[in-house]
Every structure is written in C-alpha cells, then in structure tokens.
C-alpha cells in the first residue's frame, strides 16, 4: 500500500532532506525510524528537497509498504522513534498512483526577518537577523512583479539543474508584527534556493541597495550574477504542499 | 563602574544559570565573554536564577567593572563573542547602589503550553506538548485564587531553600492561539520551580483531574506532595524583570 506522510522538522541539525553519502538527513532518519516500525527497507519520496538548515512545518512525501499497518502505527509509532526535531503530523493511505513530487499543485514558503539592531538568541534558529532599517513599501512593490509566470533564471542556486526555468508565483505577501517580517511565497513550483534568492533581492531593495524595479529587470534579463544574495537557510520553512483541487491560490496560466 | 545587562538565552543546551563545577551554564558563558572583552575578572549577578532548559527574553544581571567602557562595547562586543543561543538587548551604566536581586520590583514569567495529538518538532524546545482535552474555563477560574499574596509552599521545588514562603503573584493569564496556549504569570517573587508547580496543577485541572477549588485549598494546606506536577522547563521562559517603577501591575500589599 501506498502512505503519504506530512512531516515537519527543524533542519538546524541536518544537511537538508536528502540522503548523501556523508551527512545526518531528514529523509535517512526517518527511513530508518520507518525500517525499525515495519521491517522493510522502504524508500521516501519528497514533494521536493529542502537544503541544509532549511525547516517545514508541512513536508509531504510517500513511501511504498507491503505490509498492511494502520495509519496509526505511522503517526504514533513514528513520532515515538523520531527525534525531537522531527515530527509526523498526517499520515494517511493514498491512491496507488499518488506521487508526491508530481501530483503537488502547489507549495507554499515562509522566510523570517528579524530586525532591529541586536540579533535574538531565542530567533537565531528560524529566521534571518537583518540590521538596517528596511522600506516595506518599496519591497512591496518590488514584490509585485514576481507574480505570475516568469522564467526564473536570475533566482536560483549557481548549480541548480532544472530542465525549464519556467514558474508560476501565486502570491507574495509581507507582514510585520515587532520585530518580525514574514515574506509569505506562493507558487506552483520552485527552482533551487529560488525563494531565498528573491528574499534576498527584496531585501537589498528594502535598504534602498537597489531600486524596486529591478525585480522586473532581473526576471526579464535571466542572470544570477546581477540578482541579490541568497538569504541564509535557517529564515526558510516549507509551511505547506498542496495537491489536487486544495492549492487555494492559483490563478490559472496566464501568459509567457 | 556598575553595568546593567538584559539578556536573551536559548536554555536548551545549558545546565541553567548559575556556575556550577560540571556544566554548561548562562552566566560561565557571559562571564567568559566580559573577561575576554574587558581583560577583568567579574562576576555577574543576575535577578535570580533559571533552571536548566528554561529560556529567558529578558534576564537582568548586573556586573561591576574597573575599566570604563562604551556601553557599545558591551552590547556590540558582547554580541560577537557570544554564542548565538545567547544575545545581549541592552546595557546601561547604573548607580553604583544597583542590584539586578535586590531592586528587582516585579517579573513576568511565560509558560508555553502545546495542545493537539502530534507534537511539534519546530515547537519541541519551546514548549511542553500535551494531549488530551484542556478546559480553559476551569484553569482560568483556579488561576484566580492565585492572585495577591500567598503562602506558596505547596508550589515550589523539594530542596527550595528559601527563608519565607509567602510571595505575591500580581496577575496570571491564560491565553490561547491556534494549538498553543500561553499561560503568563506577573509577580513581585517567585520561589523555586513555582511557575512549573503552578502550571502542572493547571493543566492537571484543564484536564479534570482536578477540581478548580484545589488551587485555594492547596495554598491554604501548603503541602507540595498534594499539588500538581512540575511542568518540563523548555516551556518557561523569563519574559521581564522590572525594577522601581516600571512594574506596571503592582496590585500594593494587601492583607497576610
């Protein structure tokens, strides 16, 4: 039977979800706590890979099982094997042709900016302490141009090997409660470090580094080297993968 | 010259506040940091100590020092040299008749409650998850025979050492936010494990175990072996201490 599991973790201690051959993961420990509850060697599959220090609050991945437990077993057993900083918060038996990278019709990512001048010990795991007094309005509208479908050449990693550049960006939103900024990003799908890319672009644009309009120029023009720095991990958490009809955002195709 | 710190803390990976001969604790860390800054041995005298694994957004401590630096020193310095579960927010010169224990007027302490079946791995060091069902009305209702000035025997750690027993807890609320739930105690003292004990025997009366009356009762009996459990320290964080006239909710003696 086929399960699909919803995982949240604090990346801090890992190097990123997937398996390499050195290097504590998300997916090897939770491999290992699921081969210890069933007995079988199983393999996970991602709705896509987290970096290293990179946190979720809603991971989605799917794993094949030939014995037939009860999807309680997952959920209580596993979180009784699972360290601390990894937790299950769904599990449920899915369609035999589920596929959790493939079927996902959209993610949605949180960064975290902490400001003001002393950094916070209790913030330091989960968000990025940014000094310098930031625009919001002028993010904002820089933000603005990122909706929609556009190629993404200039927001992502140096290695990034994607086939198509191509994704489509539902939302952006910015809010500010104290000391904190939340860059919310919607969208169908991501290239490699694309969201800490962007944050870091807006970022750059909100100390008045650069003018908004270059969020429309980058996109136009294609090229890493011009674009902002790539935000640190530990502000980054995938908060939630949809599938089928749930993705509340999307707007439909639109033109490219 | 006599300098006031405000300092934040992650307690996870410490052995609490106060030196001891085997641990890792708060105060060695800063210590360390202030001779490497200062080239002077000083002790640090705090507002009162944390246990091991309790947070802190705002412990006072006070030092004296021969060398007359820029507060910038102590907050930038510091700030690079200590780890990052550590942070100072603020250092201001003081009169040399300062004391971070003596002049202390009041504390606000948060304890951090997690609801719903999963634990949370992104809340795991922040929180103490419990399961099942938590009446708040009921909690809320035994919470408010705590106000005003008590004997708190009955609420505090088994080698608790202190002279008196009677402390006064100014105002205790209980709020609730999606699956947390924050329980904030406002006092002008607290004795050892007192928040923790109080808590546990909350929780224990959200779940039903426990009649609301047991609050007045306790505290009238001050028998520690009849209240409630100590609830786990990653939950508790020291959120403010107050000094002179800032308390702001100083309620005045009242009769004991």
Redesign the interface.
Known sequence: MKVRLVL???GTAYAGWQIQSNGHTVQAVVEEALTRLSGEFLRLHPSGRTDAGV?A?GMVAHFTIVRELPMAAF?QGL?RLLP??????EANRVADDFHARYDSTGKWYRYTLQTG??????R???SWHVRGALDLDLMRRAAADFIGRHDFSAFRAAGCEARTTVREIYSLEISAVDELIQIDVKGKGFLRNMVRVMVGTLVEIGWGKRPPGDVAALLAEGRRELSGRTAPPQGL?LMEVWYGEDSPLKTGGGPL
Chains 1, 2 share one sequence.
């Open positions: 949240e973790y604090d946190h609050r959920l979180n601390m900083d990894i937790s299950v918060r001048e002393m950094r916070s010990a209790l330091a795991r989960t958490c």
